[in-house]
């Protein structure tokens, strides 16, 4: 059983910053993703930014080159720095992890405001 308890959300300006974090424990073996996911008013879920246990990250293209996703292994903390923040990155804000020894688990989902 993985759980995941996402915390660092909350209310910024256009152009401001927010750091987002995901406390990972429980079972996990095997290769894995990690991931954020986002939910935007009126829109389906989408991936924001993923890394793999090869190293391999990816990002959705509307935002590359503006937040970079990271990982503390000693803490098993995932991280999401967003920065130049747009009102369209208001959304909930959701912890991945999946892999094929251990599935799909979500977190609870932490909100996120971006004033224009």
């Known amino acids: 059983q993985v759980q995941l308890v996402e915390s660092g959300g909350g209310s910024a300006e256009a152009g401001g910053s927010l750091t987002l974090a995901c406390k990972v424990s429980?079972?996990?073996?095997?290769?894995?993703?990690r991931a954020w996911y986002r939910q935007s008013p009126g829109k389906e879920r989408e991936m924001v930014a993923e890394?793999?246990?090869?190293?391999?990250?990816n990002y959705a293209d509307s935002v590359k080159g503006r937040f970079t996703i990271s990982r503390d292994y000693a803490s098993n903390i995932l991280y999401l720095q967003m920065m130049n923040l747009k009102p369209e990155d208001t959304g909930t804000y959701f912890c991945?992890?999946?892999?094929?020894?251990?599935?799909?688990?979500w977190g609870q989902g932490i909100q996120v405001t971006v004033g224009s």
């Open positions: 429980g079972w996990i073996k095997g290769f894995n993703i």
């Open positions: 991945n992890v999946k892999g094929s020894l251990i599935g799909t688990s």
């Open positions: 890394t793999t246990e090869g190293g391999t990250i």
